[in-house]
C-alpha cells in the first residue's frame, strides 16, 4: 500500500510563493502516476496538474498552467508542487493522489485510488 502525505501549506500574500510536497510513509512513488488536487470551500475537487511515474509528461489545468509546476523526485519518493504568484481563488486544501496508472483521465479525482490527508493553502489580497 502507499501511504501519502503533504506538506507545505499555510497562509501567503497574492504575488506570494509556495512549496508543496508529498512524501510516502509507507511504499515508494516510482510505481506510480500522481496528481494534485484542490478544494475550495463550498466546491468540488479540482484538477490542479499531474505526472507520470517516471516524472515526464506533466499536465496543468489552465488556471495553474504557466504559475505552478509539478515534479516527482523517485530517489527521494517525493512530490513536489511549486506555487509561484499565488492569487486568493488559489485558496484551498491541496491533497497528492497517486494510481497504478493514469491514462487520458489523469484529470479525474475518481482516477486515483491513493491520497494524502491535505495541506491547507490561504492566499490573502
Known amino acids: 500500500q502507499v501511504q501519502l502525505v503533504e506538506s507545505g501549506g499555510g497562509l501567503v500574500q497574492a504575488g506570494g510563493s509556495l512549496r508543496l510536497s508529498c512524501t510516502a510513509s509507507?511504499?515508494?512513488?516510482?510505481?506510480?502516476?500522481m496528481g494534485w488536487f484542490r478544494q475550495a470551500p463550498g466546491k468540488g475537487n479540482e484538477f490542479v496538474a499531474s505526472?507520470?511515474?517516471?516524472?515526464?509528461?506533466?499536465s496543468y489545468a489552465a488556471s495553474v498552467k504557466g504559475r505552478f509546476t509539478v515534479s516527482k523526485d523517485n530517489t527521494k519518493n517525493t512530490l513536489i508542487l511549486q506555487m509561484n504568484n499565488l492569487k486568493p481563488e488559489d485558496t484551498a486544501v491541496y491533497s497528492c493522489?497517486?494510481?497504478?496508472?493514469?491514462?487520458?483521465?489523469?484529470?479525474?479525482?475518481?482516477?486515483?485510488?491513493?491520497w494524502g490527508q491535505g495541506t491547507r493553502v490561504t492566499v490573502s489580497s
Open positions: 493522489a497517486a494510481t497504478e496508472f493514469a491514462g487520458i483521465d489523469y484529470f479525474r479525482d475518481s482516477t486515483y485510488n491513493y
Open positions: 509507507l511504499g515508494t512513488f516510482d510505481n506510480y502516476d
Open positions: 505526472i507520470k511515474r517516471a516524472g515526464n509528461n506533466p
